[in-house]
DNA sequence: AATGTAATGTTATATTATTACATTTAGTAT
DNA sequence: ATACTAAATGTAATAATATAACATTACATT
């Protein structure tokens, strides 16, 4: 680990601001075009999940979220977070129990995640010919498959 | 879901004894191997995980293994865990927080977890080439992978 | 038998996630 | 505008998963 975490973000240097912005407006029109709502608690925590693309687990988000309402509960977050992983718009690192914002909502994408278990940064490869494989190994075991997960930990060329 | 979740076990039905003692013979010559000790407590928590194909949580095992011994803590169990994954004997299914036995823990092997919904029965498939793949990409991208963790959900041809 | 290391015992607590039910809010129909 | 309905949120409690810290015991080596 030459380089220290923050130095860059991801695999390059990149607008941040841009990112966020396109977020919220894919939250917007898939919200829109499924016709369900994207509320001020849910586009809150949407932001605060893509605010950086480190993974951030619920109660992370729950002490952040807290600072602009007191109130908010587990179950506030929780709620947010099904929500916004219903819509595609935030993934689960189950290797994590943590959460990242998806850069690519509006479009059919099968992904593997990237985790980088230095900075924590964690995003998004598409890997449709390796899913293409394994939904086709599985069904030669006669077995129907549903939800595919792959998670690869290692160091982010940052970190490395 | 059309035929019983234990009408068959795995795809095919199959002497289970032979898993057991299999998977018994493979630790006991592992932790040899390793020069590391296959405790009374290890190798009867490895005999709980093993005695079925169902990914368990550890806090089942923990009911189990109360039975026999009153005294058992979570952290009993946990430990027992993290030794016997460390060994490779037994893997995690991080999209279940539960445990299976691995049934080729000698041979070095690469493989996706199939997980049926219905029976929780899990099993491994070896799928190297889809690593190599995966890690060929990561590295494209300046990663340096170490872990890869391939989860598949769906329904066995049992329950589907 | 004395020693050092690994394993286990024991207590407590941290972390992650859900259930149940009450209340409020927002969209829809009147 | 008003009443209705369904969805969203508030609130409290608790379930489920996992680890930390330190004491004690067992085991292998000398």
């Known amino acids: 680990m030459n380089k220290t975490a923050d130095e860059k ?7 941040h601001q841009h990112c966020m912005t396109q977020a919220l407006q894919s ?5 829109t075009d499924k016709g369900v709502r994207l509320t001020a608690i849910r586009k809150r925590i949407l932001e605060l999940i893509c605010s ?9 988000l729950l002490d952040l979220f807290r600072k602009e309402d007191m109130k ?16 595609g718009l935030v993934h689960k690192i189950e290797s994590l129990n943590a959460f990242i914002g998806c850069l690519q909502a509006e479009t059919q994408h099968q992904s593997v995640i990237l985790i980088c278990d230095n900075c924590k940064n964690a995003f998004e490869l598409d890997a449709s010919s390796v899913y293409k494989t394994i939904f086709a190994m599985s069904k030669e075991k006669q077995f129907t498959p549903t939800t595919l997960t792959i998670e690869l930990h290692g160091l982010c060329d940052s970190c490395s």
């Open 9 to 15: 973000v991801l695999q390059q240097p990149h607008n």
């Open 72 to 87: 908010a509960k587990p179950v506030t977050i929780y709620r947010a977070l099904d929500f916004l992983m219903e819509a």
């Open 52 to 60: 950086s693309h480190k993974a951030i687990g619920a109660y992370e």
């Open 27 to 31: 939250a917007e029109k898939i919200c």
